[in-house]
Nanobody, 120 residues
Framework: QVQLVESGGGLVQPGGSLRLSCGAS????????MGWYRQTPGKERELVAS???????NYADSVKGRFTISRDNAKDTVDLQMNNLEPEDTAVYYC??????????????WGQGTQVTISS
């Protein structure tokens, strides 16, 4: 079974930067949308950024101009470059992919989550 594996979380000061990366444990037959969500205790998981296979992107208003999502279709990876981080960005970040492990099937996949903490 294909799994998504995230890396790159950690603790940084306000104004700092982090880069999150996500890759698949095995090759997909095809991946459609990929993205990053985040969640804080007591709140619903929210979309941070998404990217289609063709490269079209969508960002939450709160991160526009600060975060950049990118993907490598040849490697089935998606990255999130986060700049000018704010304490409000503190959350567990989850990688997401909508893909086909084999022809004729489409599933939603989630990573295990990586903690991002913004604090001085």
């Amino acid at each position: 079974q294909v799994q998504l594996v995230e890396s790159g979380g950690g603790l940084v000061q306000p104004g700092g930067s982090l880069r999150l990366s996500c890759g698949a444990s095995a090759r997909f037959f095809n991946i459609y949308d990929m993205g990053w969500y985040r969640q804080t205790p007591g709140k619903e998981r929210e979309l941070v950024a998404s990217i289609t296979r063709g490269g079209s992107t969508n960002y939450a208003d709160s991160v526009k101009g600060r975060f950049t999502i990118s993907r490598d279709n040849a490697k089935d990876t998606v990255d999130l470059q986060m700049n000018n981080l704010e304490p409000e960005d503190t959350a567990v970040y989850y990688c997401y992919a909508k893909g086909s492990p084999r022809p004729g099937s489409v599933f939603n996949y989630w990573g295990q989550g990586t903690q991002v903490t913004i604090s001085s």
